[in-house]
């Protein structure tokens, strides 16, 4: 399986504050598309997928504006001339409108749901190892990897499984959610289906919260000390010390 870098949050501005695009990204546009004006070349294009840093034919800059590119490429296709171009979210997010969405505000929105799926993605390969490859995993992080499956599952129309599945049919989960390109030995086959199946038998290791073992002196008291106030504070005024204390 590749590697990947978790994403961080890129906060993008409304659709009605987004600045017109420079005309270098105009041109970029325009020349690999089959429209003449930017305006049609910006509707030619749909989303196909993405690929991570760690990945075969990642590439470190955006094709359409030449912003660096660290964690991940969108790949998209230009319906009528099939070319493809590798750029980041913010350019599809700014400058394009997806076929399919009618508009920059539904591109947006199609935008936070593939990113979030990826971000998902990245979580349980992280987790692939330290779950379904041990014997007995942390019930915490088995619960949190069952949850996060489980959701993404469902939302492919994959879950719950159906009441004839077996081991052999996590085949297609393996190499579509975990980028398995060869199946994993039939040990984790099976406890992946179990992960799916029925997650409660599983066995697992329960986290004890440990407590600090501090021996305390006779006499010693368990609230916080007052401190004195000094005079570089606002008590160097006659108003805060009327009685005359810290004189």
């Known amino acids: 399986m590749s590697k990947f870098r978790s994403r961080k949050s890129v906060v993008i501005s409304p659709v009605s504050e987004l600045k017109e695009p420079k005309e270098y990204v105009k041109e970029n546009l325009v020349r ?21 840093s ?3 034919g990642f590439t470190d800059h955006c094709e359409i504006c030449n912003a660096q590119l660290r964690n ?9 001339n099939g070319k493809m171009l590798k750029v980041g979210s913010r350019c599809i997010r700014q400058f394009i409108t997806l076929i399919g969405t009618f508009s920059i505000e539904a591109t947006n929105q199609y935008m936070d749901n593939v990113e979030k799926e990826w971000d998902t993605l990245q ?13 007995k995993p942390f019930a915490r992080e ?6 996060k499956l489980t959701e993404l599952l469902r939302q492919r129309g994959q879950y719950p499984l159906h009441e004839s599945s077996k081991p052999r049919d996590m085949e297609p989960i393996l190499k579509n959610v975990f980028g398995f390109t060869e199946l994993p030995p039939i040990k984790e086959q099976r406890k992946l289906f179990q992960i799916l199946w029925d997650v409660s038998k599983l066995a697992t290791i ?7 073992n501090i021996a305390y002196k006779e ?11 000094t005079h570089d504070t606002f008590a160097r005024s006659e108003a805060y010390r009327p009685d005359g204390r810290y004189r």
């Open 142 to 147: 088995l619960h949190r990897f069952h949850k």
């Open 219 to 229: 006499g010693e008291t368990l609230n916080r000390k007052r401190s004195r106030v």
């Open 32 to 52: 690999f598309s089959q429209a003449n004006t930017y305006e049609d070349a910006r509707t030619e294009w749909r989303f196909v997928e993405i690929i991570g």
């Open 54 to 56: 760690g990945s075969v």
């Open 72 to 80: 991940f490429n969108c790949v998209i296709r230009n319906e009528n």
């Open 123 to 135: 979580t349980l390969r992280s987790m692939y190892n330290v779950v379904v490859k041990v014997d």
């Open 206 to 212: 329960r986290e004890h919260k440990r407590f600090r």
